[in-house]
């Protein structure tokens, strides 16, 4: 499987080139995208007009406008149409507030058959503007595997058939970064994007963004993960992306007041290393800080979201991850992040698979990947999952759409519903781990069981009502997906907040959107409806402004600054939200405030709505979920919590005295689904949107995107 | 290894080293350019001398190495290399790694002893200490 420099450097052969003179970024922007027709091979700059920047801001918002423009109502995500965008957004690239090096990136998912939308880090989106291009749209299906060469030193940009013969992500970026970069210091100067056999094999793969560790003196990869993104891009015969850019600064962004911005970020990274030893620790574990949290406070997926903690969840503590992963080390997946939660383990030696033997050094295990290919399979194996990790990663196939589908799968099989002749001799039982790695070799590989697996969850329950004859009710309850899309790993039953937040959440049920349930169950600080719809439309909107700009999620709440919990609405952590006002205002030179922020999410947030109707999407009845979302779907669930369910009930009034347990799930279930319509009710209300979940004509004309291709779409809704 | 060493009582806030170091660096007597930087405070004994002891704390924390020991043992920041994210300000126990909205870079006492000449008290002086 071992691919050399040498054969790289020679089976280079340019099928199209454009020489450009790299633009000179203004407080942001680049002015220019870049435009790729893989069809064709005809590469062509675009550029980017003042209302792509005053209406979609950046990030994630051009690439919905351009996905918007590039396809039709009735456009599938094979179809030669479908484009992949990647952005950076204006505040992408800095190098002095941590968390601003992410890359968005915007495709039809094949899953979902709507928008589905990224957040990456590794070094490509900003290396992309820097290079002179605020966005790279990648249209058309090649016929052949192509690379895309992007080198903003010298100004050029080539497509080019390369002999590549793998199907492992990590040697792509590998071999690429060796074979683009000069030096060995050069190294640091190329980013790759790629994907593995995974993406050929099933609707599930992602992309890895790579940059180079010059501690650890190897190639590293994070994954824009969710939605398939990485299948459409070998539905197009993308092989990799790569980009060189040398002339990083800090100031290549060419911000309007630098000094703002430097002063930014010299709080928040004192902050960071004054607390986070006794906060997140995000330094030492990353976001598996989580693990012993979530088993503490029944929150942790167990068994396909059965359960939501286990005895055995301590051997997947956050203490073991600790142990297991390389401390002290700077491990920021952009240049200047000193929350740094990109662990990696490292010297690790495989067991299975094609690469059984080697030594290699496996990022991660993030949180959700612990969970989705541990505790959610009934796996409580540290080296386990990190072996899980890796083999996803390099198959290029979504750790956490993984790991809920196979605990779908193992939920089926334990029902009786699959059995051993279906899934070709694996005994897919909670906890067997032979069987759970052999799936995922399978999946990544093509083969076996893993053919049906790869479809994810929508189209498995087809598969098993259909064939063999699986009841499609208790199919719907248990499979956790919604859109399309698999659930991320936190358990929802108990936080009605939470299962809008999964629910409502415009490309599926992904947390990144929201993530309420400390506030709403554990805290109790939104009680009321209009308190849970208030934050169903704050946080969101929120959150989807750090797509808009480059910017990572983590350090604005998974640190806080001293004497944040005393105010008032600490969950904001106000200091922060003004700390990101100064550097965008520090970047562009505009004068936002807090307010606006959010207008600026709303207006790409509504349009996202809109592009989902457009599709066929976006309804009331689409934001429908599982019920294993809400509460529990069997008796084994009920039982295993009956003093809480009992209570609860109680506490609705009913007299559960010589009622069976099967009785007390069905009011419960009428319970718990009434309380989601009626949540449901509030959130559109206070989103502007119709009770079909329709953005108004005023919503959107407020938000200054009533264009008339808009309009016509929500018309036909009104 | 020499690092510049400092008696605080004995400081009567002149401001020469800070005028000395930034005259030297930043070509201008500007307080807030220097790498050493003097100031009143409320504890004992009065006054604050604040400059790097060359501990080594901040080479860790540079995304890009930019940062590392001389074979003196000071520790020396490769302006070549630095990409600018303060990193190592925010890292740093002491915040003896300075910044200024001017300077791209940041920057520190690479114990030249320059300021230590001058001072006209022996509030501070060069010390060798063990590495
Ligand atoms: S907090 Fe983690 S994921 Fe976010 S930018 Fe920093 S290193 Fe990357
Ligand atoms: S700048 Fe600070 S952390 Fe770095 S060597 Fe000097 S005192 Fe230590
Ligand atoms: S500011 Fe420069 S020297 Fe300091 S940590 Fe960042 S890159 Fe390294």
New interface residues.
Partial sequence: MTISVEDVRTSRKVLAEMDYTPAKIDKGYAGQSLYVNLSEARIEPKTVTQEMKDIFTGGKGFGLRYLWQAVTPDTKWNDPENEIVISAGPIGGITQYPGSGKSLVVTLSPTTGSVIDSNVGGYFGPYLKFSGWDALELQGKSDKDVVLYIDGDKGKVTLEEIELETGASHLISEVLTEAFAESEEDKQHISVVSTGSGADNTLIGMLNFSWYDPRRQVVRMKQAGRGGIGTVFRDKKLKALVVRFSGLTGKNNNPADFGKIQRAGVKIHREINKFDDVQCRMRQVGTANLMTVMNDYDLLPVMNFKYGSHPEGKKISTEVFISKFTQNVYDGCWYGCSMSCCKAVDGFELKTGPFKGEKVVVDGPEYENAAALGSNWGIFDPDFIIEANFYCDTYGIDTISTGTMVAFIMECYEKGILNKEITGGLELNFGNKEAAMELLHQLGQGKGFGKIAGLAIRRMKKVFAEEYGADSNFLQDIGMEAKGLEYSEYLSKESLAQQGGFGLANKGPQHDEAWLIFMDMVNNQIPTFEDKAEALHYFPMFRTWFGLQGLCKLPWNDIEPEGNKQLEEANKVPEHVQNYVDIYNGVTGKNIDKEELIRQSERVYNFQRVFNLRLGFGRREHDRVPYRSQGPVTAEEYESRQERYDGQLKELGFDIEGMSTEDKMKVMRKHREDMYEKLIDAVYLRRGWTNDGVPKLETLKALGIDFPEVVDVVKKHL | MKIVGKNEEECILCGTCEAVCSEYYFKEDNREKSAIQVSEIDEDPGVDINVCNQCGECI??????ALSRAKSGTVILNKKK??????C???CPT?SMF?H?DA??PFKCIACARCTKECPTEAIFMEEVEL
């Avoid at chain 2, 860790?60 to 190495?65: D, I, Q």
């Avoid at chain 2, 630095?82 to 990193?87: L, R, V, W």
């Fill in positions: 860790r924390f540079c995304p890009v190495l630095c990409i600018a994210c303060f990193n300000v925010g890292a915040e910044y909205e791209v870079n």
